[in-house]
């Protein structure tokens, strides 16, 4: 059955909203109520030690929400209910008055995007014929991207708690849209046991190496991401281009960049998606990866705000060609149509896991940074870098996708 745009924006509305939450809680709202809540000199190591714990807690998540679906043979009651829950942890999360509480709603918040995620991360192979997943990718690609687009505007204009309020109103209209296209009658039911569940993947080679090259990939995005905001505070320190002031705290300068960063990934996504289509994943991939990691040296050697909004928008282009091929590379890759959830929710945990190890660099990124002013944000951009070239060179031996 071919499917028009409406359908494929509705498949991926969910994904929007996913989107929009993860931009602003990741890049503005939680380094913001962190720094807000602890002590200067450990902002960083709090922050560091908030994302690790929380990306614990989340890495069994999509996993096992995806297994139960495919036990089940359910989509929908896993996304709307994981929606509903999303929407109670945001409001917790911005109105937090301690650390400790702000961590209680973080936690929340994982646990409940691994509820619904999990399940409606398997749609795309569930519902979308091969020939037709570079597009469905595509599409997907540039309604997150749109939703960073909103995100990046929403976090530079707005405070914090309307954009909580945002968040959560949007999460809930994106479960709605999304829960429309899936089918009312149940799937097959996979009765395979938990443990034999989780461990088949593991022995398939295509899929070890499409996990591995989404691990790297975002292990060097999240280290870059991650501490942004800070070195917007402790290198750049000012926030002007042409002459002009741009911004005047470090949560609206990393706002604007990433509004640029989503500006160039949707103008690449769905071009990508229809070209991968054509002439396969892998030179997609490989364009993308080392894009990115050849942009992380000039990060480093000029850190002006005018400099970094012109990167900001080469890296978004290249990120949105990653955007649109990595989730058509992993649905072909797949074998078992009664286990796409289960499958799909271990292939998520490439997200989560590098979310623990940049999380995990906070500690370091303080020492080394008091050892020597920016040598810690030295080393940060060039791991990105090159956790970007590796990840984009583990597709080649891949079997299954082209």
Do not use: C
Not at 102 to 107: E, F, G, S
Not at 248 to 260: K, Y
Not at 311 to 322: E, K, N, T
């Amino acid at each position: 059955m071919r499917h028009g745009p409406g359908w494929f924006l509705s498949l991926s509305a969910y994904w929007f909203a996913t989107s929009f939450k993860w931009f602003l809680v990741l890049l503005v709202i939680l380094p913001a109520k962190v720094a807000e809540l602890s002590p200067p000199e450990e902002k960083a190591t709090r922050l560091g030690f908030l994302f690790g714990l929380g990306a614990v807690m989340a890495i069994l998540g999509p996993p096992v929400m995806g297994y139960l679906s495919d036990r089940l043979g359910r989509r929908k009651p896993f996304l709307l209910l994981g929606s509903l829950l999303t929407a109670l942890a945001l409001f917790l999360l911005v109105h937090a008055p301690g650390y400790g509480l702000l961590l209680l709603a973080y936690l929340l918040l994982q646990v409940a995007d691994d509820l619904s995620t999990g399940p409606y991360s398997a749609l795309i192979p569930d519902l979308v014929p091969r020939g037709n997943r570079g597009v469905a990718s595509g599409y997907m690609g540039v309604l997150q991207i749109s939703g960073q687009v909103l995100g990046g505007a929403v976090g530079f204009l707005f405070p914090l708690a309307f954009q909580a309020y945002l968040a959560a109103f949007l999460n809930l209209a994106g479960a709605g849209l999304s829960a429309r296209v899936i089918p009312d009658h149940p799937l097959r039911a996979n009765p395979r046991p938990f443990l034999a569940a989780m461990v088949r993947p593991w022995q398939d080679r295509d899929f070890l190496l499409v996990y591995l090259t989404r691990f790297l990939v975002m292990l060097g995005f999240y280290l870059a991401q991650t501490y942004l905001q800070y070195y917007l505070a402790d290198v750049v320190r000012v926030f002007q281009a042409f002459g002009r002031a741009l911004a005047q705290e470090p949560f609206q300068g990393v706002a604007l960049l990433g509004l640029l960063i989503s500006l160039g990934a949707a103008l690449a996504s769905v071009p990508a998606g229809r070209a991968s289509d054509r002439w396969g994943r892998k030179p997609l991939i490989y364009l993308s990866g080392v894009g990115l990691g050849l942009l992380m040296p000039f990060i480093l050697l000029f850190p002006h705000y005018d400099a970094l909004l012109f990167l900001a928008l080469f890296f978004g282009l290249f990120y949105g060609v990653y955007l649109a091929v990595d989730w058509a590379l992993v649905a072909d890759v797949l074998r078992d149509p009664g286990a796409h959830a289960t499958d799909m929710g271990l292939w998520q945990t490439s997200i989560v896991v590098p979310q623990v190890l940049a999380g995990a660099f906070g500690r370091p990124l303080d020492l080394l940074n008091a050892q020597g002013e920016g040598l810690g944000y030295l080393v940060l951009f060039l791991l990105a870098g090159t956790f970007f070239l590796l990840g984009a060179f583990l597709v080649a031996p891949i079997r299954r996708a082209r």
